[in-house]
């Protein structure tokens, strides 16, 4: 009990501490798991569990918000495998270069060592990845959902190499998957009678971890794989986005674990942690490597930008197969921490580049040649706005009231922005005028900029940041019309104010007001003027 607690104050003080300087917690859970080793505290027995629970819900969750096409497009496969292969044969040349150098780590690695270590270095975390865009609500974006498919492929490699490397072989046990997709009928079947309270958030626990985790297991193949799977057959139910929802603060908790155990498993040394910080200065070129990869295949320069900033990472893959090397005896057991504080600063980097790189993304998205329209995916082309007076950035359930009351109380025409593909598509089957867009694209404002009809900008993202990403962009493009925010709270309010912007509504002004009108309408009383 003690180390628990020990555990507990420690993670929250420095996850928090994180907070307080702008960074994710998990740079801070990070810290906290090397923290707890130096400090000599013991491993907690649960902490292994806790880390394989966290990451197969992460994969289920993964799946539930997967569409399999997108794992067929060309930019998915195109960019996944290629970036695999280069990837390794860079990171080989890296090593190779630090051993005519005279690393300590390295002397008298051969060949065989240097591309294993490279095709470790190859991978990108689908963990942290996914725990990005979550916190910017961006998993549903076209960076977003492709980045998810490019580490989904990675994970699948995966797989194939461990089942190499152990000498699996498909038995007789591996036929009962074939049972998964009828026995995914009966789940939805029980899932539509399931509700909405902690009876939802058990079924989905099981189903990842029954059907999905132990079942491939069982079939000898790994748990993380199936809690995908299972996910990828549940994902076309309309309610896999509040199961999904459901689920996500225990998948948080339990991937502190993960977090932690990448420090805590592993004791430091000193050429261990030199080795570790000279391997991030792979980063930059496993990024760029990302971002030329997707621009041949057709995505618009700051979709591509936006995509290789997630995907630069290391993966917690490289620990796995450092640790299979170590135990066949073609690496030294120090490799295990050299990789931990890689993987570790990679996060750290990434954390850092994507919250504060704003202007870096931006610089080189313009920096990159400009490609004509025919090139670039239709899904990523510059969108035509047409003749409208009104538009609202995010079609969530706030900015899809505003456009209704908009066109039918006021009679304007509107057109939504929404960078989620499922949700503008359902929007646009009730008739509504939305494309699919990201607005927090600058080059999105610049196609603005040429319409002089507009008079109406309502700005609804669910994120403040990426609302007053926007509002720059509108004050930028030279717009003098009016605009509206939604603020989430007092501080996002007078923020939005100071920047010149009147119509700010706060989300809870007025909630009361409106429930007792509701009330007393359907109570049957009339306000005290006698008024309808």
């Known amino acids: 009990?003690?180390?628990?607690?020990?555990?507990?104050?420690?993670?929250?003080?420095?996850?928090f501490g994180a907070t307080l300087v702008r960074l994710p917690p998990l740079?801070?859970?990070?810290?906290?798991?090397?923290?707890?080793r130096a400090l000599g505290v013991g491993v907690l027995p649960e902490l292994p569990v806790l880390s394989d629970l966290g990451v197969m819900m992460l994969m289920f969750t993964i799946g539930l918000k997967l569409d399999v096409r997108t794992l067929l497009r060309k930019v998915s496969w195109g960019t996944s495998l290629p970036h695999m292969l280069f990837s390794?044969?860079?990171?080989?040349?890296?090593?190779?270069?630090?051993?005519?150098?005279?690393?300590?780590?390295?002397?008298?690695?051969?060949?065989?060592?240097?591309?294993?270590?490279g095709f470790a270095l190859s991978f990108s975390s689908t963990v942290f990845a996914a725990k990005v865009l979550e916190e910017r609500s961006?998993?549903?974006?076209?960076?977003?959902?492709?980045?998810?498919?490019?580490?989904?492929?990675?994970?699948?490699?995966?797989?194939?190499?461990?089942?190499f490397q152990e000498g699996w072989h498909p038995g007789p046990r591996i036929l009962v998957l074939v049972l998964l997709w009828p026995v995914t009928v009966l789940l939805r079947r029980i899932w539509g009678r399931v509700g909405r309270d902690e009876l939802l958030v058990l079924f989905g626990i099981a189903v990842a971890l029954v059907p999905g985790a132990w079942l491939f297991q069982w079939a000898g193949l790994t748990g993380d794989l199936g809690a995908l799977v299972i996910g990828l057959l549940l994902a076309p139910s309309k309610r896999a986005g509040g199961l999904s929802a459901a689920l996500f603060s225990i998948k948080e908790v339990l991937l502190v674990g993960f977090f932690l155990a990448i420090g805590v498993e592993h004791p430091l040394t000193v050429p261990a942690v030199l080795m570790g910080l000279a391997l991030l200065l792979l980063l930059p070129f496993q990024a760029l490597l990302y971002i030329v990869l997707q621009r041949l295949f057709g995505l618009r320069n700051r979709t591509a930008v936006l995509s290789g900033f997630i995907l630069g990472t290391f993966s917690e893959f490289g620990l796995i197969v450092a640790s299979y090397a170590a135990g066949d005896g073609l690496l030294g057991e120090d490799w295990l921490p050299a990789l931990s504080i890689a993987v570790a600063g990679s996060f750290i980097v990434a954390s850092i580049?994507?919250?504060?790189?704003?202007?870096?993304i931006a610089w080189l998205a313009d920096a990159l040649p400009t490609r004509a329209a025919i090139r670039i995916v239709p899904e990523d082309r510059p969108v035509a706005l047409g003749d409208v007076r009104a538009i609202v950035l995010g079609m969530g359930r706030i900015g899809a009231s505003a456009y209704d009351h908009l066109a039918h109380e006021y009679g304007l025409s509107v057109v939504g922005v929404e960078n989620n593909l499922d949700r503008a598509g359902e929007l646009q089957r009730r008739g509504m005028n939305v494309i699919v867009a990201d607005a927090t694209d600058a080059e999105f404002w610049q196609r603005l900029h040429p319409s002089h009809t507009v008079a109406i900008v309502v700005l609804a993202m669910p994120e403040h940041g990426s609302n007053l990403f926007a509002l720059h962009q509108v004050e930028a493009s030279g717009f003098d019309g009016t605009v509206a925010v939604v603020a989430h709270n007092d501080d996002d309010v007078r923020e939005i104010r100071a920047l010149g912007?009147?119509?700010?509504?706060?989300?809870?002004?007025?909630?009361?007001?409106?429930?007792?009108?509701?009330?007393?309408?359907?109570?049957g009383v009339k306000p005290v003027d006698g008024t309808e």
Do not use: C, K, W
Request: hydrophobic letters at 55%; proline letters at 1%; zero cysteines.
């Open 138 to 163: 961006d998993d549903g974006s076209l960076y977003g959902r492709t980045a998810l498919a490019i580490l989904v492929l990675q994970d699948i490699v995966a797989v194939g190499f461990l089942a």
């Open 88 to 117: 390794t044969l860079i990171g080989a040349g890296f090593l190779g270069l630090l051993t005519v150098i005279g690393a300590p780590m390295l002397r008298g690695a051969g060949a065989g060592t240097l591309f294993l270590l």
């Open 27 to 36: 740079v801070g859970f990070l810290a906290a798991g090397f923290v707890l």
């Open 1 to 15: 009990m003690d180390t628990a607690i020990i555990y507990l104050t420690i993670t929250f003080a420095l996850g």
């Open 353 to 360: 580049a994507n919250r504060r790189g704003t202007r870096l």
């Open 501 to 523: 912007v009147e119509a700010v509504f706060h989300l809870y002004d007025g909630a009361g007001d409106s429930l007792a009108d509701r009330a007393a309408v359907h109570a």
